[in-house]
């Protein structure tokens, strides 16, 4: 199982505004890619946590690697009981048509309808907030899904108030 953080508010993303990622992003990336996915599931371990600006952030990272194929961001957040299987067969006709496919989930703590999606992927990615997440959270998520179907984790920093996971430092003069 792949583990990669890419809190992208430290040092490693404080890169110039070029549309470089950053190298916490890229290695996630690679990471990600070394298990051949082809549809994958962002899933947050509580609540809460930023599994949407983790799935644009793979996105974001892999965009320089992946430009001749088209990765599609489903938001299947607030997914109903009755609209997930629609919802799998939709991403899985994507994925036979050569796309690939991120989809961003809820907590299956709190929304158990969003786990067909995750179990449908090649893999998930579990997204957990530094300070926020507790262990039984992440653990419940997991026995949920099942342990074998998580291809890694991603790390994020608790999130200041007004101030996105992604945005960029400025250096002070």
Do not use: N
Request: hydrophobic share 40%.
């Amino acid at each position: 199982m792949a583990d990669s953080s890419a809190p992208p508010s430290t040092s490693d993303a404080e890169v110039s505004d070029s549309t470089v990622p950053s190298p916490a992003l890229q290695r996630l990336w690679f990471a990600l890619e070394r298990t051949g996915w082809s549809f994958l599931t962002v899933v947050p371990a509580h609540p809460g946590a930023p599994a949407l600006e983790a799935a644009t952030a793979i996105l974001e990272a892999g965009a320089p690697y992946a430009a001749t194929q088209k990765i599609h961001l489903d938001d299947a957040i607030g997914l109903s009981p009755a609209e997930a299987p629609r919802r799998v067969l939709e991403l899985r006709e994507r994925v036979a048509r050569g796309e690939r496919v991120v989809a961003v989930i809820d907590s299956v703590l709190t929304r158990p309808a969003s786990l067909p999606v995750a179990l449908a992927a090649d893999g998930v990615l579990l997204c957990v907030t530094l300070g926020e997440t507790d262990f039984g959270s992440a653990r419940k998520t997991m026995e949920f899904i099942g342990q074998e179907r998580f291809v890694g984790s991603v790390t994020f920093p608790r999130q200041k108030k007004g101030r996105g996971l992604l945005s960029r430092k400025k250096k002070k003069p």
